[in-house]
């Protein structure tokens, strides 16, 4: 009778003292110097393009380290120059990566969890081939992929960027590995045996395990859409750009003014910070979330 509680308490104290060890933990002097060194690494190239793109043409010959003061002139001279058609650009970007992530997630998860938790014929193989199609340079289908676009009347438009990168090959690998190890054969036969139909038991048991998997995914698809050049160079025109395919415009010219072009670069760079700040902590929840079960 006393066996249940006895292996209760073991189990509470080892969890108890893994606790005690990981929050004991103290990093030491080479930890904070690796991730200072991480740190300056990741932001010196902002920094870099803060800096020149504050300044004007002339302070490029000076090499300056600290930001001037045109910052907002070049950040207006961006926004307002015709060519650029920023405001138009920067909701095709925002609408079109949203789009890309959000597809990419939901077809990714439920190919994930067919890979990882179904049994049918010829999956092994199927994942294989799914996988080896990340080692095909997207440089081979392009022509193709813009003959069939041309064809279909669609360059120039949106919707050329958005249909072609609704699903992942990455996705679907990254969620089949996370959905295998994160969900039991046990919870899935448990909710069969309750009733439950695949897709029901998907929903209720796949769905809450796979958030934190699908979250960085997201994140990392997000990111990827919204820097994407060179599709987008390729089918859309100067009427219906993207935001990096607008800025490129500020290079056509004779002259190339790279403080305003830096200026431009920063100002694309702002909403992917803002995404980062406001998701992250959710993110970095979601994460340990699901490190910690089980």
Sequence with gaps: MSTPVVE??????????RTTKI????PGVWTYVGLTVVFVSAAFPLWWSFIIGSGDASSLRERPWWPGGNFIDNALAVVSNPAVNFWPALWNSIYSSFLIAAAVVITSTLAGWAFSKLRFRGSVGLLAFVVATMAVPQQLGVVPLYILFSDLGWTGQIGAIIVPALTSAFG??????YLRQAVPDEL???????GATMIRTFWTVGVPAARPAAAMLFLFTFVG???????PFIVLDR????LPVALSLLQSNYF????????????ATIPLLLLFIFAGRQLVSGIMAGAVKG
């Excluded at 929050?23 to 103290?26: D, K, N, P, S, V």
């Excluded at 679907?172 to 590995?177: A, E, P």
């Excluded at 859409?225 to 599709?231: E, I």
């Design 172 to 177: 679907v690998f990254w969620m089949t590995q």
């Design 23 to 26: 929050r004991g933990y103290r």
């Design 188 to 194: 899935i036969e448990a909710a069969r045996i309750d």
């Design 8 to 17: 209760k308490t073991r189990v509470s104290t080892r969890r108890r003292q």
């Design 256 to 267: 190339v003014d790279y403080s305003i072009v830096l200026a431009g670069v920063v100002l």
């Design 239 to 242: 009427q219906n750009p993207t």
């Design 225 to 231: 859409a919204w820097n994407n050049f060179f599709w």
